[in-house]
């Protein structure tokens, strides 16, 4: 496979896209991707590969905004030679996120090519839903569009996720919930006021990703989260989308549990790995 590197996101848009709808392990790079071309990360230096195989047929991705982990699509050869041109143009990365089996070669890659260590630091499941059950113990009050008036509140809230499910990104939770907010995409519970957010990212390929989820930790064990993503859920299935996804912390048995009671189902799994020079 030769590996391609470019600064451009309208060319590796163009040259991605059928890679990104053709695979549900591609959704979280695709909705990347639409933030980036959406301004989100205007001021970061965002840098992406594709892989050609033999045929020019684009069977590989990979991107990173940072300060957030190098996120890669399934790669089905030897990390070896995009890990050497990756460093040529981001020698500072410390960590990639894929499938496991992606993301550990390309954690090994990195590795013996630096010298460094490489640890899984995050355990995720994907999930994916086609149509929803009720909750079985619904909370009270309902699901409504976030309002401009709560946008404080909810660049807090995002914040407050980032730093809770131990993932960066907490300077561009502004731009993050604005972006959101611009395509109907940021959700809350209300019950009076707003007490849990729940995230929908825009359609790919007929697939919705709800996340993130984040009810604050003085409003948690009500029912608010299990509730909001299984109406969130509703309303994509209802607007056209033919499934919709989640990820889930495997270290958090609660999130994995209440989601399954909505209707999720657990399809594989996703790793984050630090990458740590000696």
Not at 243 to 261: F, G, R, V
Request: with cysteine; aromatic share 6%.
């Amino acid at each position: 496979m030769r590996f391609i590197l470019t600064r451009d996101a309208s060319e590796f848009a163009a040259r991605t896209e059928r890679l990104l709808t053709a695979h549900i392990e591609c959704n979280v790079l695709a909705t990347v991707l639409i933030n980036v071309l959406d301004g989100v990360y205007r001021d970061v230096d965002t840098a992406f590969s594709y892989g050609l195989a033999e045929d020019d047929e684009v069977r590989f991705a990979a991107m990173r905004t940072p300060p957030h982990p190098l996120l890669a699509s399934p790669l089905d050869t030897d990390a070896g030679a995009f890990v050497e041109m990756w460093l040529r143009a981001d020698p500072d990365v410390d960590r990639v996120t894929s499938i496991p089996e992606t993301a550990r070669a390309i954690a090994a890659a990195w590795a013996a090519q630096t010298g460094g260590v490489a640890r899984c630091v995050i355990r995720e499941a994907m999930h994916v839903l086609e149509e929803v059950l009720d909750p079985p113990r619904p909370a009270p009050g309902g699901l409504r569009l976030a309002d401009a008036e709560h946008r404080s509140l909810l660049i807090a809230w995002m914040e407050e996720f980032v730093n809770e499910a131990g993932v960066m990104g907490s300077a561009q939770a502004a731009a993050m919930v604005d972006s959101r907010m611009r395509r109907d995409g940021l959700l809350v519970w209300d019950d009076g006021q707003p007490v849990s957010m729940v995230g929908v990212t825009p359609e790919v390929a007929g697939v919705v990703r709800i996340g993130p989820v984040y009810t604050p930790p003085a409003l948690r064990r009500r029912g608010y989260a299990g509730s909001a993503v299984a109406a969130a859920s509703r309303r994509a299935l209802t607007r056209g989308a033919r499934q919709c996804m989640l990820y889930t912390d495997l270290d958090n048995p609660t999130s994995n549990k209440i989601y399954a009671e909505v209707g999720y189902r657990r399809i594989g799994d996703w790793e984050e790995i630090a990458l740590e020079r000696l």
